[in-house]
C-alpha cells in the first residue's frame, strides 16, 4: 500500500461548480496535512493545511479531515478555470527518527469554461 | 518577505561539469530542504538541514553534495551529474522540521538538463 494515495484524474468540472479531490493515507500516526496547487512547469504551492478532524474553510477552499478513516479531502467551490491544476495532498509520516512530509501522487483538475 | 528564491532559474551541463544551485529564504525559519521533482511525479526528498545542520539525507548518490553557510542560505553541488538526473530541483523551507510547524514553502526551482 502507497503511503499516501489520490486519484491521478484527469478530473474535469464545469466552471462555477464544486471540485472535490479526495486523498487516502496509510499511517494511522499522521498529524499534519497539506494541499498544495502546481501549474504546470511551476513549482508547489501552499493551499490549505489542517491538522484537527472536521473541516477547516479558506475563502472557496475547504479541507475536511478524518483521521480514523485516514481520509482528507479538498473541496473548491465555484471552480475556475484558473484552477485548472494539479493538486498533491501531502501527509507528515513519523519515521525512525524524523517526521517526514509525503507527497501522493497528485490529480489533475480541469475546470472546463 | 514570504518568499524563497532560487538560481538559476534553468542550467544544462555536461557529465563532467561542476555547478551549484542557491536558495534563499528570509522569513526566518529553521528547516530547509532540496526536492526532486521529474515529470508528472510528486516532489521527492533528497535532504533536509534543521538549525544549519544536515538532519536527512535520503540515500542521494554522493554527486549531490548540500550546504548549508547559514540559516538563511541552502545550496546544492553538483558533480559528474548523469542524463538521469535532468529534473526540477526545488528548494523549500518550513518554520522548523516536524512537528506543527513544518508547512514547507517552495521555491520556484531549477530546472536542470544534463547533457
Known amino acids: 500500500q502507497k503511503e499516501v494515495e489520490q486519484n491521478s484524474g484527469p478530473l474535469s468540472v464545469p466552471e462555477g461548480a464544486i471540485a472535490s479531490l479526495n486523498c487516502t493515507y496509510s499511517d494511522r500516526g499522521s498529524q499534519s496535512f497539506f494541499w498544495y496547487r502546481q501549474y504546470s512547469g511551476k513549482s508547489p504551492e501552499l493551499i490549505m493545511s489542517?491538522?484537527?478532524?472536521g473541516d477547516k474553510e479558506d475563502g472557496r477552499f475547504t479541507a475536511q479531515l478524518n483521521k480514523a478513516s485516514q481520509y482528507v479531502s479538498l473541496l473548491i467551490r465555484d471552480s475556475q478555470p484558473s484552477d485548472s491544476a494539479t493538486y498533491l495532498c501531502?501527509?507528515?509520516?513519523?519515521?525512525?527518527?524524523?517526521?517526514?512530509?509525503?507527497f501522493g501522487p497528485g490529480t489533475s483538475l480541469s475546470v472546463i469554461p | 518577505d514570504t518568499e524563497v528564491t532560487q538560481t538559476p532559474k534553468h542550467l544544462v551541463m555536461g557529465m563532467t561539469n561542476k555547478k551549484s544551485l542557491k536558495c534563499e529564504q528570509h522569513?526566518?525559519?529553521?528547516?530547509m530542504y532540496w526536492y526532486k521533482q521529474k515529470a508528472k511525479k510528486p516532489p521527492e526528498l533528497m535532504f533536509v538541514y534543521s538549525y544549519e545542520k544536515l538532519s536527512i539525507n535520503e540515500s542521494v548518490p554522493s554527486r549531490f553534495s548540500p550546504e548549508c553557510p547559514n540559516s538563511s542560505l541552502l545550496n546544492l553541488h553538483l558533480h559528474a551529474l548523469q542524463p538521469e538526473d535532468s529534473a526540477l530541483y526545488l528548494c523549500a523551507s518550513s518554520q522548523v522540521m516536524g512537528s506543527w510547524g513544518d508547512e514547507q514553502f517552495f521555491g520556484p526551482g531549477t530546472r536542470l538538463t544534463v547533457l
Open positions: 522569513m526566518g525559519h529553521r528547516a
Open positions: 501531502a501527509v507528515s509520516s513519523r519515521k525512525t527518527s524524523y517526521d517526514k512530509v509525503i
Open positions: 489542517i491538522y484537527s478532524n
